[in-house]
């Protein structure tokens, strides 16, 4: 029992050190992005004690001059109950609620993007907030995103990393965008997407070191391919 035990220790450190150099390769090629720190919402989760997040949004200089909460389609139509937050969820958002920066956190406007139920898909739930920016959170696994715009290619994204598991790439993309797929290393995932959100899980993290790269499918316009890592 000692030998198997010492076996997984070695696997899993063997494994956190893969990701983490994978990670350090990351952050050196976030085109228009840049690293995200963990969420300071509520205790860190497992996939926050052993795992890392890289993010690609639009610098705050190059941001466009109308909200990107008033841009979102999602948010003008009339919500539903499943767009109601779940209360651990609402106190996700309440911890994160950042006046001076992001601005207040309106969740009283929230909406379920995408997932959920018996989907097979953690839900993502957005919300805009007091200064126009929107913060969405994935299954509640992390506190959420805040973002004042998207890049000039439609979209932000989010690669997190758990080394014990897998890594997924989620984030917001345009009105118009029908799907999203990636390819990792040559592989080709299926992207789940919905209304300005997709996510997508990457079974192989060690894949990670070779090219990723997001395609994009806007209705009647050319695909559009967002290079992560070359």
Avoid at 10 to 25: Q, T
Avoid at 47 to 66: D, E, F, K, T
Wanted: charged share 25%; with cysteine; hydrophobic share 35%.
């Amino acid at each position: 029992m000692a030998d198997d035990n010492e076996e997984k220790k070695r696997l899993l450190a063997e494994s956190c050190g893969v990701a983490s150099g994978l990670v350090s390769r990351l952050l050196g090629i976030v085109a228009r992005g840049q690293a995200a720190a963990p969420s300071r919402a509520g205790e860190k989760s497992d996939r926050q004690q052993l795992g890392w997040m890289v993010r690609g949004v639009a610098p705050l200089a190059s941001a466009r001059p109308v909200a990107l909460a008033s841009e979102l389609l999602v948010f003008s139509r009339e919500p539903t109950r499943h767009d109601r937050l779940p209360e651990s969820l609402t106190d996700i958002f309440l911890h994160w609620d950042d006046p001076k920066s992001s601005g207040r956190i309106l969740i009283d406007d929230s909406r379920l993007l995408l997932g959920g139920a018996d989907s097979g898909v953690p839900p993502i739930y957005a919300a805009p907030t007091s200064s126009g920016w929107v913060c969405y959170v994935v299954g509640g696994v992390t506190g959420p995103t805040c973002v004042r715009d998207l890049t000039n290619d439609d979209v932000t994204w989010t690669i997190e990393i758990d080394p014990r598991k897998n890594a997924v790439l989620h984030g917001l993309i345009g009105n118009g965008v029908e799907r999203a797929e990636v390819s990792v290393g040559g592989v080709p995932y299926t992207c789940a997407t919905g209304q300005n959100a997709f996510y997508c899980e990457i079974a192989d993290v060690r894949s990670l070191s070779g090219s990723i790269t997001l395609h994009l499918h806007h209705e009647g316009r050319a695909r559009k391919n967002i290079t992560i890592r070359k």
